[in-house]
């Protein structure tokens, strides 16, 4: 067993289920999506990036890539929130942009778990 392989998809994954279990809920609604969630996600996917650092093969980008594109979505998201909590008020529309971010970022999550997955399965033993 690689253990390095075990901590990677142990983060890909996590990262993937954290923005998942924000994205879940109602879209237009405070009370369904959590900002320590939001944070968690962010974290954790900021991890799973700088694990995939390291790989040289093609498959290695594509993983980064899809784990920037998350990143990049999900701190978007982070950074509407912020704005709108300190300058504006959180509202319904802000809210549903601040949802479809972290769905963006979770898209980008599920290919990169697609990939890793069938990268592994295509790995020889």
Same mark, same amino acid.
């Given at each position: 067993m690689n253990l390095d392989k075990v901590i990677s998809g142990f983060f =890909? =994954? $996590?990262a993937m289920t954290i923005n998942f279990g924000f994205f879940y809920g109602d879209m237009h609604? $405070?009370?369904a999506h959590s900002k320590y969630e939001l944070f968690a &996600? /962010? =974290?954790i996917n900021i991890i799973a990036t700088t694990l995939? $650092?390291?790989d040289k093969?093609?498959?290695g980008s594509v993983l980064l890539a899809t784990s920037l594109v998350a990143d990049i979505q999900l701190i978007a998201a982070a950074i509407v929130w912020t704005v709108a909590a300190y300058v504006f +008020?959180?509202? &319904?529309e802000i809210m549903g /942009? /601040? +949802?479809s971010l972290s769905g963006g970022a979770l898209l980008a999550n599920i290919v990169s778990v697609a990939l890793y997955v069938g990268d592994t399965l295509k790995s020889k033993r």
């Open positions: =890909i =994954i $996590l609604s $405070l009370e &996600a /962010i =974290i995939k $650092l390291g093969t093609q498959m +008020v959180v509202d &319904a /942009i /601040i +949802v």
